[in-house]
């Protein structure tokens, strides 16, 4: 502002004119300083988002691996279940996740209170489901087999 005070008395400006150049000097001034001021509450605030994500990231880490521990047993004929369903994998899922449940406010805690009963019955409903599954393919295995000519599916071979 003291330059344009002095720019102002060098060039000779009016009255008028020196106080809309240092009205101008201080409006730009202002600017600057609103402008860094948003600036620094939009790290801020990122900042917060991102650990509030990395929050969210670790909650729904816990809980997938916590789910995984469960299911694991089911998939015992699955030879890729590891591979598929790997530390690695459920942490790219878990960080993906996190962001999304921030942008919605959601918590791992929320969802477990919310559906908790829910998911209570998804995790009790599996196991048979599972297990009648792979009774259901074997047993047509088996018959496809003895349609063939093998065996009935009890190493005895086929009756015709």
């Avoid at 409006?27 to 988002?49: L, M, N, Y």
């Avoid at 393919?137 to 088996?142: G, I, Q």
């Amino acid at each position: 502002m003291r330059e344009v005070q002095e720019q102002g008395q060098d060039s000779g400006l009016d009255g008028l004119s020196k106080i809309e150049a240092m009205a101008a000097a201080v409006e730009a001034e202002s600017i600057g300083q609103t402008t860094a001021a948003v600036q620094r509450q939009e790290e801020q605030q990122a900042a917060i988002v991102a650990s509030a994500a990395a929050q969210n990231a670790a909650e729904l880490m816990g809980a997938l691996a916590m789910a995984k521990m469960m299911v694991k047993p089911m998939f015992h004929w699955w030879p890729d279940f590891e591979k598929v369903w790997s530390d690695e994998q459920i942490g790219a899922i878990s960080e993906s996740g996190g962001v999304i449940f921030e942008r919605h406010g959601w918590s791992v805690g929320g969802i477990l209170s919310e559906y908790g009963p829910y998911i209570g019955l998804i995790a009790a409903t599996a196991p048979p489901c599972v297990a009648t599954y792979g009774a259901i393919k074997a047993h047509k295995t088996a018959q496809a087999l003895a349609a063939k000519g093998g065996t009935n599916g009890s190493d005895q071979p086929a009756k015709d």
